[in-house]
């Protein structure tokens, strides 16, 4: 049995991406394994946050892990601000990590953008946060989209870095757990950029609580290219939004993309895009009314954050208390 931890961002509402690269992956290895899913709400403010909608969408995101298949009895459900153990061992980390290792961060470049100058310095450790929400549980398995390799191989360094500076082999190594196929969701608007809760283009991206006429409208106007879709999966390569559309349907159809293709290659876009609607308000649609449901009371959503707050804390507050006594702090009184 392996300790598994992964968290999301409640920036925005989880969106297809979400689900396809991480989500169905966490409930998946909720079976046979301790698994910890957490709400990063410190991780969101290294962006400016309405702090109203912040609230709001802590609690819906959650609400949406629910009804997607996270069972809050058996999984530690819990937003990160809960438990402080996160932001004491980060400190440590923000200590550990060298500035030319955050530097080279590509989330770090591609956010900074031009205007280093006037990013949160939040924005700059936020890799050393989430290296202390995996490692104050001692987790292995960190199941994550492929755009958070890089964070989790700095994690590793971190950890190994710890190790050596203060003596010990306190903690573990961590083993990253993609899902090559559907790692990299692509924007329906750009099939060069990921589909992202960041994208100022809501029509990039389908939400998972998008009612049934926006995802068709959404889908509808997917970018495409004028050429039919090709008999052959090596001829995407250079047809970002063809391979991304081809993507989500293998994906919820549960089929390779040379099966799709082998039914609608040789044609225009229109027949897939049809049929991809139906595929994901089938998959949608329950998973929409459950969350809806469960968000109309925010008391109850409340309460499981809370139950699962004590319970990750009950693990993570020894393992931060023993790692500050490492460092050489005094024990807490
Ligand atoms: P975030 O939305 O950045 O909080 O990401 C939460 C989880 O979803 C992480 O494991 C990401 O790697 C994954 N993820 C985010 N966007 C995508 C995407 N476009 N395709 C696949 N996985 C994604
Ligand atoms: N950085 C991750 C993302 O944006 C979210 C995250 C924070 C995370 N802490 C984590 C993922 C710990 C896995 C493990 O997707």
Request: include cysteine; aromatic fraction near 6%; hydrophobic fraction near 40%.
């Amino acid at each position: 049995m392996a300790r598994i931890f992964s968290g999301i961002q409640p920036t925005g509402i989880a969106h297809l991406g979400n689900y396809l690269g991480a989500i169905q992956n966490w409930v998946a290895l909720q079976e046979g394994n301790e698994s910890i899913y957490c709400l990063v709400d410190l991780h969101a403010i290294t962006v400016w946050q309405d702090p109203e909608a912040l609230r709001a969408q802590t609690r819906t995101n959650a609400a949406l892990l629910i009804a997607c298949g996270i069972d809050p009895d058996h999984s530690i459900l819990f937003h990160q601000s809960a438990v402080h153990a996160h932001a004491r061992l980060a400190w440590i980390f923000n200590c550990v990590a060298r500035f030319g290792w955050l530097s080279r961060m590509t989330q770090f470049k591609d956010k900074a953008g031009k205007d280093r100058e006037a990013v949160s310095t939040g924005l700059f450790v936020y890799p050393n946060l989430m290296a202390a929400d995996i490692l104050a549980y001692h987790a292995t398995e960190v199941p994550v989209g492929d755009d958070q390799s890089q964070h989790l191989e700095l994690a590793n360094d971190i950890a190994q870095k710890f190790n050596h500076d203060y003596r010990t082999e306190f903690f573990p190594a961590i083993h990253p757990r993609i899902m090559n196929s559907t790692a990299r969701i692509m924007s329906l608007r750009d099939g060069t950029k990921k589909m992202s809760k960041s994208d100022t283009s809501d029509q990039s991206r389908i939400n998972l609580t998008d009612d049934n006429d926006t995802i068709a409208q959404k889908i509808r106007r997917a970018k495409t290219d004028p050429a039919d879709l090709p008999d052959h999966p090596e001829k995407l390569e250079t047809r970002p939004e063809a391979r991304n559309l081809v993507g989500i349907f293998a994906a919820l159809a549960n089929v390779s993309p040379a099966e799709v293709l082998r039914e609608h290659g040789n044609q225009g876009f229109g027949h897939l895009k049809e049929r991809l609607t139906e595929l994901v308000i089938t998959k949608l649609t329950p998973i929409r009314e459950e969350t809806l449901r469960l968000a109309g009371d925010s008391t109850h959503i409340d309460q499981i954050l809370q139950a699962g707050a004590v319970r990750a804390a009950a693990i993570a507050n020894p393992i931060v208390a023993q790692a500050e006594r490492l460092v050489g702090l005094l024990p807490a009184a």
